[in-house]
Structures are given as C-alpha cells and as structure tokens.
C-alpha cells in the first residue's frame, strides 16, 4: 500500500463547475499539508499550504485536512480552463522530506 | 524575487556516464532538497540539505550523491546512469515558514 494515495483520474469537467480533489494517507505522523499544481513539463507550484487539520481558503482555493479520517481535499470554485493540469498532493511529518500522490489530471472544458 | 533555480534544463546522457545538476534556491532560503519525478509519477524524496548538513535521505542507490555550498546553492550528482534513471529531477527550497518551492526542474535522458 502506497503512503499517499490519489486517484489519477483524468477528471474533466465544464468551465464554471466545482473541481473536487483528495488523497488519502496512512502515516499518522503526517502534520504538513500541500497542493501542488503542475502544469505539462514544468515544476510543481504551490498552491495551498496546511498545518495540522482545519480548512484553508485562498480565493477560488480551499483545502480541508482531516486527521482523523486521514484524508485531505482541494476544492477549486468557479474554475477555468487555464486550471487544466496535474494536481498533486503532498504531506509531510517535518518540514522538508514530502510525500507526494500520484497526481490527478483535471481538464477543464471551455 | 527570483524563484528556484535550475540547470541545465535538458540534458542527454548515455548509460554508464555521470551527470551533475546544479540548483540555486530563493534567496534568505537555506534547505535545499532534491526529488525525482518519473513520467506519471509524483516526485520521490531524494535529499535535502540544511547548511550544507545532509538532513536526510530517500530510497536510492549510492549512485546518488548531493551538496550544497556555502553560498546555499547545491548539486546533485549521479553515477554510472542507468536507463531507469530517466526522469524530471527537481530541486526544491524553504525558508522559516515551512512552504517549500519547486523550481523547473532538469529533463534527464538516458540512452
């Protein structure tokens, strides 16, 4: 079993809708929590960041970390097609050293 | 402010040969670290270095060295390279608020 899973997806969904993404892990000593997004053949940028469990939101952006049920989420409102790329999820136990998800593709149709 | 860094941005190798990747991260930023990404894979931990200490070190052969200078900048160097080796190599830094940044990465082909 991975220590990060995410589903690859493709997801494809139409301009305007609401893009659902999550991963799910099993290390409990995860306290760090990332979104990544990662355009074709380029570097991860980030985009939301997250310590310990709670929501987060950064204008169409919101990130929610459950510890309990060890599961993590990115919702992306009103989204567009330049959303199109790979998102990534990433965790940590300390500062440095993430695990990453696969990804999931997401196509946003115009 | 300039970002992460990275050189060369492509490169072709042949097995057995050596490669050298050089990464300068943000500037006020002293931890460097480096991850691997295979095509459809996310990134795997590889190093990271803190005041040019080695902090930590993922699953990987000893093929794989890194350092990093005084100046914070680092290089990540790998030995007698094998096709499997094929990958975007990313260099990542982080200052005192935790976030950590991506640069563009190093396209590394093996042939």
């Known amino acids: 079993q991975k220590e990060v899973e995410q589903d690859p997806g493709p997801l494809s969904v139409p301009e305007g809708a609401i893009v659902s993404l999550n991963c799910t892990y099993s290390?409990?000593?995860?306290?760090?929590f990332m979104w990544y997004r990662q355009y074709s053949r380029k570097g991860p940028e980030l985009l939301m960041y997250t310590y310990s469990s709670g929501n987060k939101e950064d204008g169409r952006f919101t990130a929610q970390v459950d510890k309990s049920s060890k599961y993590i989420s990115l919702f992306i409102r009103d989204s567009q097609p330049s959303d199109s790329a790979t998102y990534l999820c990433?965790?940590?136990?300390?500062?440095?050293?993430?695990?990453f998800g696969a990804g999931t593709t997401v196509t946003v149709r115009a | 402010d300039a970002g992460v860094t990275q050189s060369p941005t492509h490169l072709i190798k042949t097995r057995g040969q050596h490669v050298t990747l050089r990464c300068s991260p943000i500037s006020g930023h002293k931890s460097v670290s480096w991850y691997q990404q295979v095509l459809g894979q996310g990134p795997q931990f590889i190093f990271q270095?803190?005041?040019?200490?080695?902090?930590g070190r993922g699953n990987f052969p000893d093929r794989f060295s890194a350092r990093q200078f005084p100046n914070y900048s680092s290089e990540l160097n790998v030995n007698a390279l094998l096709l499997g080796d094929s990958a975007l190599y990313l260099c990542?830094?982080?200052?005192?608020?935790?976030?950590?940044?991506f640069g563009e990465g190093s396209w590394l082909t093996v042939v």
């Open positions: 290390n409990s000593a995860f306290q760090y």
């Open positions: 270095y803190y005041e040019k200490e080695e902090r």
């Open positions: 990542a830094s982080s200052g005192q608020e935790n976030t950590i940044y």
């Open positions: 990433a965790m940590s136990p300390n500062d440095y050293k993430l695990s």
